[in-house]
């Protein structure tokens, strides 16, 4: 299995080191996210990608979601495949394709042919794409939250997406099989315990906390770092010195 963690920007051709948006690239076709799909590479690059799994509504994590759209309309005889749940459909419809801030795509058609196919995911219920079994699981954010387990036949990556302390993601992955790695969000530093609760999200100390939940070994790769914040965090999370932890890297092409 193939993971990317796309760069958020680019500056001067080179990207840059810090993360604003989320977009996970798995084996090419597959995206968990679309908050950078939109805006990395080439529209004819975007068109490989055909399913796309949204955890949340954020707008980090759906930002670009319209320009991808626009950029592969017509790329192939059927349309992408959005995976979300009702609750970020709901929030697709009424504050993103509404006419206001972006055409109505899940209505609207280009060619004769639809711009997206929505599919619902929900808590536990494993859907299997071009040989990835992706099972949602749901999380503690401040809005409706999925991460994810993705599995295939002969590596698991968990992607947790963004949330505070939580529980069913780890029970998900102590009973998955080849568990390689997981993709842990780090969102503040230790300082910030307060803000992380009220917007549940994970201090470092928290991040490492919820790595002991973990009963099996998995190489651990820390992301969504407060961007402002970035050093601090990535200071904070090496100074553990645990050999199983490595922060993510915008990207860097992740083989399990």
């Known amino acids: 299995m193939k993971i990317t ?17 989320t977009t996970y690239l798995v084996n090419d076709t597959i995206a968990i996210d679309a908050g ?7 529209p004819q690059d975007q068109a490989a990608v055909r399913h796309v799994f949204l955890s949340h509504t954020h707008v980090d994590h759906v ?45 609207l ?21 071009d040989g990835v079994r992706v099972t949602p699981i749901a999380v503690d ?5 999925l991460g994810f387990v993705l599995e295939d036949a002969a590596s698991a990556v ?23 790695a997981v993709f842990l969000e780090a969102t503040f530093p230790a300082a910030e315990a307060a803000l992380a609760k009220l917007t549940k999200h994970l201090t470092t ?14 190489t651990f790769l820390a992301m969504h770092l407060r961007a402002r914040l970035r050093e601090q ?14 922060i993510a890297q915008f990207g860097k092409v992740y083989e399990f």
């Open 233 to 246: 965090v990535t200071n904070e999370l090496l100074a553990y010195k645990l050999p199983n932890l490595a």
């Open 5 to 21: 963690l796309l760069p958020s920007a680019v500056s001067t051709g080179a990207a840059v080191p810090s993360q604003y948006l």
């Open 63 to 107: 930002a670009s979601l319209p320009i991808f759209l626009e950029n592969v309309a017509g790329a192939h005889p059927t349309p992408v495949i959005v995976y979300a749940s009702e609750a970020v459909q709901q929030s697709l419809r009424l504050d993103l394709f509404n006419g206001r801030v972006w055409p109505n795509f899940l209505e």
């Open 158 to 180: 968990v992607i947790t997406s963004d949330t505070g302390p939580t529980e069913a993601i780890w029970t998900a992955a102590n009973r998955t099989p080849n568990l390689k």
């Open 141 to 145: 954010h401040a809005v409706p939250t």
């Open 205 to 218: 100390a928290e991040f490492v906390h919820e790595m002991r939940k973990l009963q099996g070994p998995a």
């Open 36 to 42: 950078a799909l939109g805006f990395h590479l080439t």
């Open 109 to 129: 058609t280009h060619e004769g042919g639809r711009f997206v196919n929505l599919a619902t995911i929900e808590h536990g219920a494993c859907v299997e794409v």
